[in-house]
Protein backbone atom coordinates (compact mmCIF):
# COMPACT_ATOMS: atom_id res chain seq x y z
CA UNK A 1 0.00 0.00 0.00
CA UNK A 2 1.06 3.61 -0.79
CA UNK A 3 2.40 5.35 2.21
CA UNK A 4 0.76 9.46 2.82
CA UNK A 5 4.72 9.91 3.71
CA UNK A 6 6.43 8.73 0.29
CA UNK A 7 7.78 11.49 -1.37
CA UNK A 8 5.84 13.08 -3.67
CA UNK A 9 7.51 11.77 -7.17
CA UNK A 10 7.14 8.68 -6.02
CA UNK A 11 3.96 8.57 -4.70
CA UNK A 12 3.02 9.70 -8.44
CA UNK A 13 5.13 7.74 -10.10
CA UNK A 14 3.83 4.25 -8.30
CA UNK A 15 -0.12 5.47 -9.14
CA UNK A 16 0.47 6.03 -12.41
CA UNK A 17 1.81 2.63 -13.11
CA UNK A 18 -1.08 1.11 -10.58
CA UNK A 19 -3.61 -1.80 -11.34
CA UNK A 20 -6.77 -0.29 -12.03
CA UNK A 21 -5.66 3.54 -12.97
CA UNK A 22 -3.00 3.22 -16.24
CA UNK A 23 -5.79 2.46 -18.29
CA UNK A 24 -7.78 5.05 -16.91
CA UNK A 25 -5.09 7.59 -17.17
CA UNK A 26 -4.48 6.53 -20.82
CA UNK A 27 -7.75 7.17 -21.92
CA UNK A 28 -8.07 10.52 -19.97
CA UNK A 29 -5.33 11.98 -22.02
CA UNK A 30 -6.81 10.94 -25.49
CA UNK A 31 -10.07 11.76 -24.97
CA UNK A 32 -9.15 15.38 -23.40
CA UNK A 33 -6.34 15.79 -26.57
CA UNK A 34 -9.02 15.21 -28.68
CA UNK A 35 -11.85 17.82 -27.39
CA UNK A 36 -9.05 20.73 -25.73
CA UNK A 37 -8.41 22.39 -28.72
CA UNK A 38 -12.04 23.16 -29.74
CA UNK A 39 -12.66 26.20 -28.34
CA UNK A 40 -9.34 27.57 -29.62
CA UNK A 41 -10.01 26.77 -33.24
CA UNK A 42 -13.32 26.51 -33.67
CA UNK A 43 -14.17 30.01 -34.01
CA UNK A 44 -11.63 30.39 -36.76
CA UNK A 45 -12.85 26.68 -38.02
CA UNK A 46 -16.44 27.99 -38.00
CA UNK A 47 -15.52 31.30 -40.45
CA UNK A 48 -13.40 29.43 -42.90
CA UNK A 49 -15.47 26.58 -43.48
CA UNK A 50 -18.50 26.83 -42.45
CA UNK A 51 -18.88 30.64 -43.25
CA UNK A 52 -19.71 31.85 -39.73
CA UNK A 53 -19.38 35.00 -38.14
CA UNK A 54 -17.82 35.25 -34.65
CA UNK A 55 -20.85 35.91 -33.05
CA UNK A 56 -22.72 32.87 -34.06
CA UNK A 57 -20.23 30.83 -34.27
CA UNK A 58 -19.70 31.52 -30.34
CA UNK A 59 -23.24 30.84 -30.27
CA UNK A 60 -22.63 27.54 -31.06
CA UNK A 61 -20.09 26.90 -28.76
CA UNK A 62 -22.54 27.61 -26.25
CA UNK A 63 -24.98 25.40 -27.61
CA UNK A 64 -22.15 22.83 -27.37
CA UNK A 65 -22.20 23.76 -23.72
CA UNK A 66 -25.57 23.36 -22.98
CA UNK A 67 -26.16 19.83 -25.04
CA UNK A 68 -22.69 18.43 -23.23
CA UNK A 69 -24.51 20.21 -19.13
CA UNK A 70 -27.66 18.03 -20.60
CA UNK A 71 -25.53 14.77 -21.20
CA UNK A 72 -24.08 15.30 -17.63
CA UNK A 73 -27.55 15.66 -15.90
CA UNK A 74 -28.60 12.73 -17.84
CA UNK A 75 -25.94 10.59 -16.90
CA UNK A 76 -26.34 11.59 -13.61
CA UNK A 77 -29.15 9.24 -13.29
CA UNK A 78 -26.97 5.82 -14.20
CA UNK A 79 -27.14 4.96 -10.60
CA UNK A 80 -25.55 1.58 -10.91
CA UNK A 81 -21.91 1.55 -10.74
CA UNK A 82 -21.60 -1.08 -13.22
CA UNK A 83 -23.14 0.56 -16.15
CA UNK A 84 -20.83 3.74 -15.62
CA UNK A 85 -18.02 1.81 -17.79
CA UNK A 86 -20.34 0.87 -20.55
CA UNK A 87 -21.45 4.51 -20.67
CA UNK A 88 -18.27 6.19 -20.75
CA UNK A 89 -17.31 3.97 -23.66
CA UNK A 90 -20.76 5.09 -25.67
CA UNK A 91 -19.76 9.02 -24.13
CA UNK A 92 -15.87 8.19 -26.34
CA UNK A 93 -17.46 6.49 -29.27
CA UNK A 94 -19.82 9.62 -29.56
CA UNK A 95 -17.80 12.26 -29.45
CA UNK A 96 -15.39 10.70 -31.72
CA UNK A 97 -17.61 10.05 -34.36
CA UNK A 98 -19.02 13.38 -33.83
CA UNK A 99 -16.00 14.71 -34.48
CA UNK A 100 -15.07 12.48 -37.56
CA UNK A 101 -18.62 13.41 -39.10
CA UNK A 102 -18.04 17.25 -38.54
CA UNK A 103 -14.69 16.94 -40.72
CA UNK A 104 -16.29 14.76 -43.20
CA UNK A 105 -19.19 17.62 -44.11
CA UNK A 106 -19.18 21.27 -44.90
CA UNK A 107 -23.01 21.60 -44.86
CA UNK A 108 -24.34 23.48 -41.61
CA UNK A 109 -26.78 21.04 -40.86
CA UNK A 110 -24.64 17.91 -40.91
CA UNK A 111 -21.86 19.61 -38.94
CA UNK A 112 -24.41 20.87 -36.17
CA UNK A 113 -25.87 17.25 -35.92
CA UNK A 114 -22.03 16.15 -35.60
CA UNK A 115 -21.22 18.25 -32.71
CA UNK A 116 -24.51 17.51 -31.15
CA UNK A 117 -23.40 13.79 -31.27
CA UNK A 118 -19.73 15.14 -30.07
CA UNK A 119 -21.17 17.06 -26.93
CA UNK A 120 -23.30 14.30 -26.12
CA UNK A 121 -20.62 12.35 -25.46
CA UNK A 122 -18.13 14.86 -23.54
CA UNK A 123 -21.14 14.99 -21.11
CA UNK A 124 -21.13 11.69 -20.63
CA UNK A 125 -17.30 11.84 -19.91
CA UNK A 126 -17.56 13.90 -18.07
CA UNK A 127 -20.03 12.73 -15.76
CA UNK A 128 -18.83 9.10 -15.70
CA UNK A 129 -14.79 9.50 -15.89
CA UNK A 130 -14.03 10.01 -12.56
CA UNK A 131 -15.93 8.61 -10.85
CA UNK A 132 -14.63 5.44 -12.57
CA UNK A 133 -11.07 6.32 -11.99
CA UNK A 134 -11.93 7.05 -8.02
CA UNK A 135 -13.32 3.30 -7.48
CA UNK A 136 -9.65 2.06 -7.09
CA UNK A 137 -8.46 5.11 -4.99
CA UNK A 138 -6.81 4.04 -1.43
CA UNK A 139 -8.32 4.75 1.57
CA UNK A 140 -6.80 8.13 2.71
CA UNK A 141 -5.00 8.63 -0.63
CA UNK A 142 -7.93 10.77 -2.74
CA UNK A 143 -6.41 13.82 -2.77
CA UNK A 144 -3.01 12.63 -4.24
CA UNK A 145 -4.92 11.14 -6.72
CA UNK A 146 -7.42 13.62 -7.62
CA UNK A 147 -4.57 16.06 -8.08
CA UNK A 148 -3.14 13.54 -10.57
CA UNK A 149 -6.09 12.92 -12.54
CA UNK A 150 -6.49 16.72 -13.00
CA UNK A 151 -2.77 17.43 -13.54
CA UNK A 152 -2.48 15.10 -16.35
CA UNK A 153 -5.81 16.33 -18.10
CA UNK A 154 -4.36 20.13 -17.92
CA UNK A 155 -0.89 18.27 -19.35
CA UNK A 156 -3.15 16.73 -21.91
CA UNK A 157 -4.69 20.31 -22.89
CA UNK A 158 -1.40 22.03 -23.17
CA UNK A 159 -0.27 19.79 -25.63
CA UNK A 160 -3.25 19.65 -27.62
CA UNK A 161 -3.62 23.19 -28.59
CA UNK A 162 0.10 23.37 -30.41
CA UNK A 163 -0.37 19.80 -31.79
CA UNK A 164 -3.60 20.76 -33.60
CA UNK A 165 -2.46 24.37 -35.17
CA UNK A 166 0.57 22.45 -36.22
CA UNK A 167 -1.83 19.70 -38.01
CA UNK A 168 -3.46 22.84 -39.31
CA UNK A 169 -0.50 24.56 -40.65
CA UNK A 170 0.95 21.51 -42.10
CA UNK A 171 -2.55 20.27 -43.95
CA UNK A 172 -3.99 23.82 -44.50
CA UNK A 173 -7.07 23.27 -43.48
CA UNK A 174 -9.45 23.97 -40.55
CA UNK A 175 -11.42 20.80 -41.06
CA UNK A 176 -8.11 18.84 -39.52
CA UNK A 177 -9.55 19.96 -36.12
CA UNK A 178 -12.38 17.71 -36.27
CA UNK A 179 -10.37 15.14 -37.65
CA UNK A 180 -7.47 14.34 -35.66
CA UNK A 181 -9.61 15.28 -32.43
CA UNK A 182 -11.86 12.23 -33.92
CA UNK A 183 -9.01 9.69 -34.76
CA UNK A 184 -7.25 10.77 -30.82
CA UNK A 185 -10.99 10.56 -28.75
CA UNK A 186 -11.43 7.10 -30.82
CA UNK A 187 -8.06 5.88 -29.72
CA UNK A 188 -9.03 6.25 -26.30
CA UNK A 189 -11.50 3.20 -26.79
CA UNK A 190 -8.94 0.95 -26.12
CA UNK A 191 -7.64 1.75 -23.00
CA UNK A 192 -11.08 2.22 -21.89
CA UNK A 193 -11.50 -1.32 -22.91
CA UNK A 194 -9.11 -2.66 -20.16
CA UNK A 195 -10.27 -0.19 -17.95
CA UNK A 196 -11.31 -2.45 -14.68
CA UNK A 197 -15.24 -2.26 -13.67
CA UNK A 198 -15.83 -0.48 -10.45
CA UNK A 199 -16.25 -4.36 -8.40
CA UNK A 200 -12.58 -5.26 -9.71
CA UNK A 201 -11.00 -1.82 -8.78
CA UNK A 202 -12.50 -1.97 -5.37
CA UNK A 203 -10.85 -5.73 -5.06
CA UNK A 204 -7.60 -4.73 -6.54
CA UNK A 205 -7.36 -2.36 -3.64
CA UNK A 206 -8.07 -4.42 -0.93
CA UNK A 207 -5.63 -6.92 -2.58
CA UNK A 208 -2.94 -4.39 -2.66
CA UNK A 209 -3.94 -2.79 0.54
Known amino acids: MLQRT ?30 AALPVFFLLYAGAVLGLKPALASLWLAAFALGAGAAMIAAGFVRNPRLHKPFLALGVALMGIGFLAAAASTSLVWVSVACASAAAGFGLISALAFSLFASPIPPGESGGYTALYYALRAAASALAVPLVGLTIAATGSYRSLFLLGGVVTLSALLPVAFAPSPQTAADLTRHLR
Open 6 to 35: SPPLRFYATALIRPGMRALLAAEILWVMGY
